[in-house]
């Protein structure tokens, strides 16, 4: 947290310009002009402003959007659900296309579906996240010219489960195949070392079906891996967020902080920035407490 705060400060302070520029009418009256820059604390030194902002972090007290006037912990709070409705949604959407792929790959191994796979999977994994997000627009413009492909329902808590789906298909799915792609990888080499294991063996030398042997013996220890991969995922959804809001219009906190960064609103950059290393930090916590649970040997180790 406290690297993120001093990397994320000494980005505001590069870009051009302050917030003061975009409120103020420099061809307005000087002593005026003047005064209005030393309330903002525009003119104060570096040092200053530095600790200003690390006391805003301590003190969780963010300050107030210098564009829109209103505090900045509301403007997190009102565009968090959006995230995290994205965010949840991209992961379920990986998950659920990378997992089975990965394990059909492993069951495969080295034969052409497996060789197929890998060449889509590594395909999607280099693409940008903007220009397979552009895509499928375009693919979605084209399929179901009606729907809603952008933006989101107003107001956000009032709309049907169908009228949803409609705005959030397209941001999901741009996450879920960015995402299902590693997971595929991932999974695929947990898969292949459980069906290398000994007790892959000894199930398949009593007799047992080959789909009971990979989906119950190996499947279920090739899983345990994939708790720590969500946590290692976390940075990857929030900063695709960023760019899946912005291009299609989701009203989250990536819309926030694009538009925040657009105008030179740097409480409202800095806000953001603590809020989703906060949210790593905890999924990360999360994740090692999940794998403990999840596998008695690591809570037993010394």
Not at 40 to 50: E, K, L, N, S, T
Not at 146 to 160: A, D, F, H, R, Y
Request: charged share 10%.
């Amino acid at each position: 947290m406290v690297a993120v705060a001093v990397l994320t400060w000494l980005l505001v302070e590069a870009l051009p310009g302050d917030a003061c520029t975009v409120v103020i009418d420099p061809d307005g009256d000087q002593a005026t002009v003047a005064a209005m820059r030393a309330a903002m604390g525009c003119d104060a030194p570096a040092p200053v402003r530095f600790l200003i902002a690390m006391r805003s972090l301590v003190t969780l007290d963010l300050g107030m959007s210098i564009s829109k006037h209103v505090p900045v912990w509301t403007l997190l709070v009102e565009a968090l659900p959006a995230t995290v409705v994205l965010g949840l949604s991209g992961l379920v959407i990986g998950h659920a296309i990378g997992l089975p792929m990965g394990v059909a790959q492993a069951v495969r191994h080295g034969r052409p579906f497996d060789l197929g796979v890998s060449v889509a999977s590594l395909s999607v994994a280099s693409l940008p996240i903007f220009a397979l997000g552009l895509g499928l627009l375009h693919l979605g413009s084209a399929l179901f010219p009606s729907w809603p492909l952008t933006g989101s329902p107003t107001p956000w808590l009032v709309p049907t489960v169908a009228e949803r789906a409609q705005h959030l298909m397209l941001p999901a799915l741009t996450l879920g195949l960015a995402s299902a792609a590693g997971d595929a990888r991932f999974i695929r080499g947990a898969m292949l070392g459980a069906l290398r294991q000994d007790y892959v063996r000894t199930a398949r030398a009593k007799g047992l079906s080959e789909a009971r042997v990979v989906l119950v013996h190996a499947l279920r220890n090739a899983l345990l891996p994939t708790i720590a991969l969500v946590g290692l995922q976390l940075p990857g959804v929030l900063s695709g967020a960023v760019v899946c809001e912005s291009l299609f219009a989701w009203p989250g906190l990536g819309r926030v902080l694009v538009e925040a960064v657009q105008s030179g609103d740097a409480p409202v950059v800095l806000g953001v920035f603590y809020f989703f290393a906060a949210l790593v930090a905890i999924g990360g916590a999360l994740t090692e407490l999940g794998a403990a649970w999840a596998d008695p040997r690591i809570r037993l180790s010394e």
